[in-house]
């Protein structure tokens, strides 16, 4: 059973690892990726899995109760904020090219006029989605860093 539990880590941190990948990829264009909201639902169904096994004592793991529900207090609140985020860039979007009369090059002009910046899509992405995907990103590394150090 340690070798299900260790492979359960590994897919954990990979899916962690993910959604920190999209985050430093995407910065300076911010928008959220389908790998980062994959990877932060996995993250969060393999943690658990993680503790439902160290609680069912297949494994020799010693669960801290406290440690756990942080972490996973932390994982929903990276898959709230990219949610949020997410829905933010794509009402940024159906907005912008509303306001163009749907012309994309149109669009594309007067967004990047507007803050600087442009995402993939060419738009704009608004600071709060930005400020947004940046704490999720945070909220990923605090995770890896409690899981890490906190023993």
Do not use: C
């Amino acid at each position: 059973m340690d070798t299900v539990y260790g492979i359960f880590i590994v897919l954990h941190l990979l899916s962690w690892a993910m959604v920190l990948g999209g985050w430093l990829t995407t910065m300076r264009n911010p928008q959220v990726t389908a790998g980062m909201m994959h990877g932060s639902f996995a993250a969060f169904l393999f943690g658990i899995i993680l503790t439902g096994l160290a609680m069912a004592d297949s494994v020799g793991r010693n669960l801290d109760h406290m440690k756990i529900g942080i972490k996973g207090i932390v994982a929903l609140a990276v898959i709230v904020l990219l949610a949020v985020a997410k829905r933010q860039l794509s009402t940024a979007t159906s907005t912008t090219e509303a306001i163009a009369g749907g012309a994309p090059a149109a669009a594309e002009t007067a967004a990047a006029g507007a803050s600087g910046s442009t995402s993939a899509t060419g738009t704009a992405a608004p600071s709060s989605a930005r400020m947004l995907i940046n704490l999720a990103g945070i909220l990923v590394v605090v995770n890896v860093a409690i899981a890490v150090l906190w023993t």
